[in-house]
């Protein structure tokens, strides 16, 4: 069999046989079923309730006497402010506010609480304001228009294609969920193959079974056959992610229901999510073979490798900037600076649709990166593979990159 | 047939000259050693023959022909620091290392399974690496560097770290290998460990070639002209012997200009002396050096 072939078939199932690789490729699937029977679970025994409380209220202005029943809060008029400062401090309310008598033209409620908090929880400030609401129009207009005015606006947003039709994919929330968590797998899974990679050549030039391996493969066919070889196991992990992904969200969305129902895959999803990751890939692998190469041992390169990886997650530090301004070139950017460009595409996906110049720019400076690289890595991997010990300075390294 | 042909090869490093214009050339059907101190530039000498290093110039052929993709195949390599898999299995190791030399894995592990046994690790096939001691795990890779019939085989360092036992069973091992045809070269620092194998030595000293050639004829050439006596009773004076050193258990006799070993022999026998041992001397391979080095020393 051809020697790269062997290498590869040695460290593919030396990958998919690791703890660490087993773990994570099942427990994504895993955790998202368990999340799901937790909510079933959960669902199925408590209503979503606010805990039963009653709070006081003094009147200086007169005229809010009705509506003292909001939902499971219940509202109880004092006299005085005093009366109500007792009846806290007893426990029998607790908290108390006050409706001055310039309320109408200034609006100011003060509240009265012994409780140390940020803000009154939106329970209370909706029921305080209902009950502020419904007083204030009691008589005025008709009931209907009262619970209009309590929630006027329930947005329904519909996409429709060119033609006039209703869209299939609609977008929003639910269609940038999975993009969501798609892009944190996959820098994960980048990040952990190139890291299995980097840990590799640094354990064999540690105990220097590397110069065994020179003597019987060519430095090529050990590089490529390692970056294939551990690829090939990471591609493995995203296909049994990206096969989970539809089925768990069809049992999801089935018992589930609400939320869960409107998620779906946007369009091309499976297959960009797979070609970026192999280009991600790629490009990581490349880099790790050389940051493995220059460095003096497993731990030191995994230090080194950290400055590259930085910028795959920055479209993860960004995301609610990239929900709400979708449009900002920043992120035109991100998707074709090849390091952010496999997570930062995968979750613009969810957010708006990408002109296809811009995936085609990702795609090809992507592959670009990965060759101009790789013809580099190559040059230096044999010199300082060899070099234990001690890590080559900058200036050393470009000079043997001229002469390599 | 030549197995190693090295001409005028040189390498530099950053801050040194590693190997100096170093030639030599190694035959089928012998052990060579390659020794010198530590730092002399064996084991960069080693890496340039086995393709891991480039010279800055000079050539190497290995088995008539420059190193490629085929000829490691018949090319058997212990690197003098030691290393496998800590992970994997003895067997698998050996198993996974041979086929990169072109063995397929069955006739590997039968192969590989002869030599644990001959080697009496068979028992710890099944185990991990990690498991196992220093001195095993150089068995094994001692075993990686001959499972797949090379032509030429090069261990650097080959008794660094192994007890009496081991180091007697790879001796006989290597001997084994040089009579059916092979080409060993032995690298150390401990000149003395090869001397009873070695047929010639390279001797390098700063990357240069101090000594070469066959190993008797260095030794008698530097023989120091003294014989080794252990006897029973008294000697007394004995003609044509100027000096006489006593050593523990026995004594050096150093003969003037004029005498042979055997009329010292003659003389002693005709006395009636009981000799229990008498051995012309030759200086150990290690004293060789260090009067040859002594003498380039400023």
């Keep these: 069999m051809n020697k790269t072939l062997l290498i590869l078939r040695h460290e593919f199932g030396h990958t998919v046989k690791r703890r660490g690789f087993i773990v994570m490729t099942l427990i994504v699937p895993l955790i998202a079923l368990l999340l799901i029977g937790v909510f079933q679970f959960t669902s199925g025994i408590a209503g979503p309730t606010v805990e039963a409380m009653t709070i006081g209220y003094v009147d200086e202005l007169g005229g809010f006497q009705q509506y003292t029943s909001q939902g499971n809060i219940t509202l109880v008029r004092f006299d005085t402010a005093n009366d109500a400062t007792d009846a806290l401090v007893r426990g029998s309310i607790n908290e108390y506010f006050v409706i001055p008598q310039d309320y109408i033209s200034t609006g100011v409620i003060n509240r009265y609480t012994l409780e140390r908090q940020l803000a009154a929880s939106p329970a209370i400030t909706a029921a305080i304001n209902n009950f502020l609401l419904n007083n204030l129009l009691a008589g005025k207009v008709p009931e209907a228009t009262i619970t209009r005015i309590e929630a006027p606006l329930n947005l329904v947003s519909i996409r429709l294609t060119e033609t006039g039709e209703v869209d299939t994919e609609q977008g929003g929330y639910g269609n940038f969920v999975i993009p969501f968590v798609f892009g944190i797998l996959l820098a994960l899974s980048i990040i952990i193959s190139s890291t299995y990679l980097l840990q590799g050549l640094g354990e064999e030039k540690e105990n220097r079974l590397i110069e065994i391996l020179l003597s019987s493969v060519s430095a090529r066919q050990l590089l490529t056959g390692k970056v294939l070889g551990i690829g090939a196991a990471g591609l493995v992990q995203v296909a049994v992610w990206v096969i989970a992904a539809p089925l768990l969200l069809n049992l999801a969305s089935s018992s589930i229901g609400g939320f869960i129902s409107t998620i779906q895959l946007p369009a091309n999803f499976i297959a960009l999510a797979v070609v970026y990751f192999i280009l991600g890939y790629s490009l990581f692998a490349v880099i790790s073979a050389s940051v493995g190469a220059v460095s003096s041992g497993s731990r030191e390169g995994q230090q080194l490798i950290g400055l590259f990886t930085l910028p795959l997650l920055i479209p993860l530090w960004f995301t609610s900037l990239m929900m709400f301004f979708p449009d900002n070139p920043a992120w035109v950017f991100f998707a074709i600076f090849p390091l952010s460009a496999p997570v930062e595409v995968i979750m613009r996906l969810g957010v708006s649709d990408i002109p296809a110049w811009q995936l085609v720019a990702s795609m090809a400076v992507l592959v670009l990166s990965i060759i101009g690289i790789l013809l580099l890595t190559i040059r230096i991997f044999r010199t300082y593979l060899l070099m234990y010990g001690k890590r080559p300075g900058i200036g050393e390294v470009l000079r043997s990159l001229r002469n390599g | 047939m030549v197995a190693v042909e090295v001409s005028h090869i040189t390498k530099s490093f950053t801050d040194k000259v590693a190997v100096d214009d ?112 220093r001195g095993m795990g150089q068995i094994i890779q001692f075993i990686v560097s001959i499972i797949h019939d090379p032509e030429l085989v090069v261990l650097d360092e080959p008794f660094a770290g192994l007890d009496p036992v081991n180091t007697e069973l790879l001796k006989g091992m290597l001997l084994d290998l040089r009579n059916q045809g092979k080409a060993l070269i032995l690298s150390t620092h401990q000149m003395n460990e090869i001397e009873e194998l070695s047929d010639r030595i390279l001797m390098i000293n700063h990357g240069r070639s101090v000594l070469y050639g066959n190993l008797a004829e260095i030794k008698s050439k530097y023989r120091s002209n003294s014989v080794l006596l252990e006897f029973e009773g008294e000697l007394g004076e004995v003609p044509g012997v100027t000096g006489k050193r006593t050593h523990k258990g026995y004594v050096e006799l150093v003969l003037d200009g004029n005498t042979t070993s055997q009329q010292v022999l003659e003389r002693l026998v005709s006395r009636g002396m009981v000799i229990n041992r008498f051995e012309v001397a030759t200086p150990p391979l290690n004293e060789i050096f260090l009067r040859l080095v002594g003498k380039n020393r400023e």
Aim: cysteine-free.
């Design chain 2, 22 to 133: 170093l030639s030599f050339s190694v035959a089928q059907g012998e052990i060579f050693g390659l020794i010198g101190p530590n730092g002399a530039g064996k084991t960069t000498t080693i890496r340039m023959m086995m393709d891991i290093l480039k010279p800055d110039s000079g050539d190497v052929t290995i088995l008539g022909e420059k190193l490629s993709e085929a000829t490691k195949n018949k090319l058997g390599y212990l690197p003098e620091e030691r290393g496998l898999y800590r992970k994997m299995r003895v067997l698998d190791s050996i198993i996974y290392l041979a086929s990169l030399k072109g063995v397929d894995a069955r006739s590997a592990e039968e192969k590989a399974n002869e030599l644990l046994n001959q080697t009496g690790m068979l028992s710890h096939k099944a185990k991990k690496i990690e498991e196992l001691s």
